[in-house]
């Protein structure tokens, strides 16, 4: 019983899920569908990549994950499969999978992907609106039910890299190049209590740090210029209610919050912010 998950920006007032169900449904009987997330802001690609990245690990070999955030749905972005992690990822090429590859690509892993060009995998016709109906469930319903990605359309040079075929759209102009030093990133999220998660690795930062013994402090760029976080702490309440903190998030990012308040309002942060660690 193959496992397919399902993140769109499509809400639940239209309809459009259920439809993608339907699809699935009628080429793969026997799958089984998971709504990761269907309230990512509208067209919000860097949002929707955060929540694929911080999934995929958790799911179990041979899971298919579907994602259409397609703000450029009928233009000139391509539609791909990926395979990684022995899981396959399928969705437009406008960076969505970006944050995926790259970290599939920095633990050195194989990252194989198709351009979904062969319509006898699509629905038809084909609407210039609706890919998530047309061509991505589908896709991942054929899929779920063993089909060669192969016979789907030709085979991409799977890379973020400047030789690669992938597109990294506004998802990797945040992240991190491979060369910036540990301790220096960006806020790539805020979720909806207000926590700024930002792109650098706690596991990276120097072990006094990340064990709480050494506090440090990050600089973060905001509007009204630089403020200073103390950090890493074990827990949001390390410090006094109303007190900036970074905390090592759940994601294993770092996040800078405030105690019971919201750190992106308290500190008018937004996604994009600068930071960088300044050694305790």
Avoid at 111 to 129: C, G, K, M, N
Avoid at 197 to 222: D, F, K, N, R
Avoid at 231 to 256: K, Q
Wanted: proline share 8%; with cysteine; net charge negative.
């Amino acid at each position: 019983m193959p496992l397919i998950t399902l993140t769109t920006d499509f809400g639940d007032a239209d309809g459009f899920v259920g439809v993608l169900k339907g699809v699935i449904f009628g080429i793969c009987p026997h799958g089984r569908v998971v709504d990761l997330a269907h309230s990512i802001p509208d067209g919000d690609i860097i949002h929707a990549a955060y929540v694929l990245r911080n999934a995929y690990l958790y799911f179990p070999p041979g899971t298919i994950h579907i994602a259409v955030v397609d703000p450029g749905v009928g233009g000139g972005r391509g539609a791909i499969a990926l395979r990684a992690v022995d899981q396959f990822f399928v969705g437009p090429d406008n960076g969505l999978l970006a944050w995926v590859v790259r970290e599939v690509e920095a633990a050195g892993e194989e990252i194989r992907a198709w351009s979904l060009e062969d319509e006898r995998f699509h629905l038809s016709p084909v609407s210039s609106t609706f890919h998530g109906r047309d061509i991505f469930a589908p896709v991942g319903a054929f899929l779920a039910q063993g089909v060669d990605p192969a016979e789907m359309g030709p085979e991409l040079r799977a890379s973020l890299e400047p030789e690669g075929e992938l597109s990294g759209g506004p998802v990797v102009d945040l992240l991190p190049a491979p060369s910036d030093p540990a301790g220096a990133g960006r806020v790539i999220h805020v979720d909806k209590f207000g926590n700024c998660v930002t792109t650098i690795e706690a596991a990276l930062l120097p072990p006094p740090m990340v064990s709480g013994e050494v506090p440090g402090i990050l600089e973060v760029e905001t509007a009204g210029g630089l403020r200073q976080v103390k950090g890493l702490f074990p827990s949001y309440d390390s410090v006094e209610a109303g007190e900036a903190v970074a905390v090592e998030g759940s994601s294993g990012l770092v996040e800078i919050a405030v105690n019971g308040g919201s750190a992106a309002e308290r500190l008018g942060l937004e996604r994009g912010a600068r930071l960088r660690l300044a050694r305790p």
